[in-house]
């Protein structure tokens, strides 16, 4: 249930991929999705392996990540703020900005080294557990935000009358998902 909770919160990749479904074509929104599903496997790979190795050290330099996460939140918020009501620009549907969201998406991070070191290494230190954590977690990263970039498309009509409003709201919901960040214990 947690995991599922995680993964259909607001966060930086689920509202880049509302922001791409509502913005293009069915065809370029998937390969924002694709850019963030790869990034995300890539990126549970990594801390997999990195939780493997080195096991509750990892946990000591966690807090770091909230700062660089918020910095990149901060960053969407703007570029979508700055480009509102621009109906033929196309800031978020490539797939090179849906793996960077992921690589450096602080709220997939610190939940996947969560569950590695909270839920994993104390019952087992095998790899293979950790590749079967990241299996569950494809619901929190991939999963989600297909749902998330669907609800887009399916809204684009709503968007592409209502642009201007729409893109302040989301620019405020990354810069309240950054304030959060910073402002977790």
Known sequence: MLIVVVGLSPG????????????????RAFTAWLGMAVGFFATALTLALLTHLVGPLVIDYVHWLRYVGAI????????????????GKDHNTKFAHGFMVQLTNAKMVVFDLTVFTTFVLPHSQQFVSLLEAIGWLI???????????????????????????????MAVALLTCAVLLLTAL
Request: net charge positive; proline share 6%.
């Open 12 to 27: 930086p990749a689920n509202l880049l991929a509302m922001a791409a479904g509502m913005r293009r074509d069915n065809r």
């Open 72 to 87: 990149y939140i901060l960053w969407l918020a703007w570029n979508i703020y700055r480009h509102r009501g621009e109906p």
């Open 139 to 169: 619901i929190a990263g991939p999963v989600a935000n297909a749902l998330w970039l669907m609800a887009g498309m399916w809204l684009r009509p709503l968007f592409e009358r209502y642009r201007r409003v729409l893109d302040t709201i």
